[in-house]
């Protein structure tokens, strides 16, 4: 069973930067998709950013210019550094990791911003 375990959330003002990062129990070279989505209290989880098996990338319009999803496959690692962090960026976020047929999520991140 693979895991994903993330790292990185914590408590900062509005304007600061946090770089989250999700390590997989297996190789990532095969991964099809690694993604960030995100999980605000009342709201539905959304997608922040995804990356591909070829290293293109998409972001939520709202985060646009400020985060940047990467991946280390020989760490087996995929980051999302954050910057320009915002009130309404506050939420839980959590890993994702998704091949042809099957997809598996982390525990969660708690990222806190305040005003």
């Known amino acids: 069973q ?3 375990v993330e ?3 914590a408590f900062v003002q509005a304007g600061g930067s946090l770089r989250l990062a999700c390590v997989a129990s ?12 995100r999980q605000a209290p009342g709201k539905q989880r959304e ?3 995804a990356i591909q098996r070829g290293d293109s990338t998409n ?9 940047t999803i990467s991946r280390d ?11 320009s962090l915002k009130p ?7 890993c994702n990791a998704r091949w042809l047929l099957a997809e598996a999520w982390g525990q969660g991140t708690q990222v806190s911003v305040s005003s």
């Open 88 to 94: 309404e960026d506050t939420a839980v976020y959590y």
């Open 59 to 67: 972001y939520a319009d709202s985060v646009k210019g400020r985060f």
């Open 7 to 9: 790292s990185g959330g």
């Open 47 to 49: 997608l922040v950013a």
């Open 26 to 37: 297996i190789s990532i070279v095969s991964v099809s998709t690694m993604a960030w989505y």
């Open 2 to 4: 693979v895991q994903l």
């Open 73 to 83: 496959n020989a760490k087996n690692t995929v980051y999302l550094q954050m910057n």
